[in-house]
């Protein structure tokens, strides 16, 4: 009896725990152009840092 109960919670924790990790992944997800945008941005930035740190 004590094995089923255990499994029982440990399955119900499982459970919650997974729904908690897909919710966060659907808020954190991004298109790929979106994803693009991103990736441009930074670059932008750091060949901006890079042109102030050899013009300067």
Known sequence: M???IRLLLF???LTA????ASA???KQRL???Q???VQ???IAKELAMD???TIG
């Open 2 to 4: 004590k094995h089923i």
């Open 11 to 13: 399955v119900i924790s």
């Open 17 to 20: 725990f997974s729904s908690v």
């Open 24 to 26: 966060q992944n659907r």
């Open 31 to 33: 298109t790929r152009e």
């Open 35 to 37: 994803l693009a945008e």
């Open 40 to 42: 441009a941005k930074h």
């Open 51 to 53: 042109d102030k740190k």
